[in-house]
């Protein structure tokens, strides 16, 4: 099995940047795609990127594309989500998690981690 930990959340001023980390330990290979999701106070989680195992394949929500960038090393076991151009909507508690593919669905994803908190103040 593989377990996912996030690290990296904070408080920020808006416009300017954080970076996510989401490290796997176990057998990380067992989910090759890793997926980042927020989840704002009362709404549901959202889907924010996905890296496939490779880096060559990635997706972006409409609503942060070309402010946030996703990547991986896969010898550090870690998934990085870039953050920057932050809006007090960014504001979230922020997932990544596992799956076989690259996909936006959350059902297509069964390893989570705890989460990460990120708030931008206006």
């Known amino acids: 099995q593989v377990q996912l930990v996030e690290s990296g959340g904070g408080l920020v001023q808006a416009g300017g940047s954080l970076r996510l980390s989401c490290t796997a330990s176990?057998?990380?290979?067992?989910?090759?795609?890793v997926g980042w999701f927020r989840q704002a106070p009362g709404k549901e989680r959202e889907f924010v990127a996905v890296?496939?195992?490779?880096?060559?394949?990635?997706d972006y929500a409409d609503s942060v594309k070309g402010r946030f960038t996703i990547s991986r090393d896969n010898a550090k076991n870690t998934v990085y989500l870039q953050m920057s151009s932050l809006k007090p909507d960014d504001t979230a508690v922020y997932y990544c998690?596992?799956?076989?593919?690259?996909?936006?669905?959350?059902?297509?994803?069964?390893?989570w981690g705890q989460g990460t908190q990120v708030t931008v103040s206006s």
């Open positions: 176990g057998r990380p290979f067992t989910r090759p795609a």
């Open positions: 890296i496939s195992w490779s880096g060559g394949s990635v």
């Open positions: 998690a596992g799956a076989l593919r690259p996909r936006r669905e959350l059902d297509q994803y069964d390893v």
